[in-house]
């Protein structure tokens, strides 16, 4: 039997469903436990199945993803509502406005759960070193 015949090795940590998890404020381990509290601040240890996560090193990444898919939302809007509606320049900024910073708080903690997810995942950092 060659190592081309072997089946792969079992994934005991999917990326898909830790996304999922992680995209929803929860555990990627368990999906009960809250992954975050305050707002951005990751939990040490996962309160319902005591998984270690301050581990996780997201860094900038979420922010950087937030303005990403942010911009892209606001600029896309704005260019569809000028060209539609021609609507009053001021209007126009104020919603948009309004659009930004409401996008920017609900995607903020969310990608920062999914990232921290992913490197649970793939055991990223520190996650890698033992299992329970
Ligand atoms: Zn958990």
């Known amino acids: 039997m060659s190592l081309a015949d072997s ?3 079992h994934d ?3 990326v898909w469903p830790a996304i999922r998890r992680g995209l929803t404020l929860r555990c990627p381990a368990c999906g009960e436990g809250a992954i975050l509290h305050r707002y951005l601040k990751v939990q040490d240890n996962c309160p319902v199945c005591g998984e270690e996560l301050y581990h996780q090193r997201a860094d900038d ?3 950087y993803l937030t303005l990403t898919v942010t911009g892209k939302v606001a600029i896309s809007l704005m260019v569809w509502l000028l060209f539609t ?3 009053n320049p001021l209007l126009l900024f104020a ?3 309004a659009v930004v910073i409401g996008l920017s708080l609900y995607l903020l903690p969310r990608f920062k759960g999914m990232l921290v997810a992913i490197q649970w995942s793939r055991r990223m950092h520190g996650f890698g070193g033992s299992d329970r």
């Open 95 to 97: 919603f948009i406005s």
């Open 85 to 87: 509606y021609d609507p």
């Open 7 to 9: 089946p792969p090795p």
């Open 12 to 14: 005991d940590r999917p």
């Open 61 to 63: 990444g979420p922010a």
